[in-house]
């Protein structure tokens, strides 16, 4: 049995009776935040990079995206995934010697929660829920735009959302088998970072005018107006918590979340 901690990584051979911590070829002890096992070898996701053995966790080797946050690790297709907080989400096609970034988004800022497989497809748990299919094209966002969804599960015919703070959500999967490739930056809202503690950033594609602010009971605690495609808000003054971001244009506007800490 395996575990990945915030104090690195422990192993059990005696069914989680007794554990024993390896450190031998870790970075000191890492943050382990996401393993796999794929085939005979063993992958940690790390906040430093992803680590493989291939020794059953006794020993370990440094495997690239060093410096980056690693949220999730999946294997499918012939293929190993590996997302990280507002860095990217990245491939590898040789079991982990070299990593491509996928360009989830083009700045890579809107964070990325965890990773799915299913049907050789690619579900992305992020600021709402996003596909790409089997030969790596964008397929569209399947929903949830205005939430952080942290987990995704298929069970019998629906595919379930676990939002951070919102509840769980469920779609049939036969709604989304013919989603369209679309350009996930028409209507995306990117904030980071997030979650923030002073000044908070968002960048979006379409001409909204005005922004507001709103807290957890719907009062509002910010407004102003936009004119460029990107805004910075200093939102040190507000209370730690959850607030609702609603961004309007002429006849249409786009909600999303972020976190103040």
Not at 91 to 103: F, M, P, R
Not at 107 to 122: D, F, K, T
Not at 170 to 179: C, D, E, N, R, Y
Not at 231 to 248: A, F, H, M, Q, R
């Amino acid at each position: 049995v395996y575990a990945g901690t915030s104090f690195g990584f422990f192993r059990s051979t005696n069914n989680g009776t007794n554990w024993t911590q390896i450190t031998t070829g870790l970075n000191a002890t890492p943050n382990v935040t996401a393993l796999l096992i794929n085939n005979s070898d063993l992958f940690a996701g790390t906040n430093e990079g992803i680590y493989k053995s291939t020794d059953d966790g006794l020993t370990w080797s440094q495997m690239g995206l060093q410096g980056k946050q690693v949220s999730s690790i999946v294997a499918g297709n012939n293929r190993i995934f590996a997302a990280t907080f507002n860095q990217g989400i990245y491939y590898s096609d040789d079991n982990g010697t070299n990593w491509t970034n996928l360009n989830f988004n083009s700045s890579n800022q809107i964070p990325v929660y965890s990773l799915m497989i299913y049907n050789n497809e690619l579900y992305i748990a992020s600021q709402g829920v996003h596909k790409y299919d089997s030969n790596l094209s964008y397929c569209g966002s399947i929903g949830l735009a205005d939430k952080y969804v942290c987990n995704l599960l298929v069970n019998g015919n629906s595919l379930f959302a676990g939002t951070n703070a919102d509840g769980v959500w469920q779609i049939p999967l036969a709604s989304i088998a013919a989603i369209k490739e679309t350009k996930l930056e028409e209507n995306s809202i990117e904030i980071f970072p997030n979650p923030a503690k002073e000044l908070l950033t968002l960048k979006y594609q379409q001409n909204f005018s005005s922004i507001f602010i709103y807290d957890i009971s719907g009062k509002e605690v910010y407004a102003g107006n936009l004119q460029k495609k990107s805004t910075i808000i200093d939102v040190s003054n507000l209370p730690v918590g959850i607030y609702n971001i609603t961004l309007k244009g002429t006849g249409f506007e786009r909600t999303s979340k972020f976190i103040k800490k």
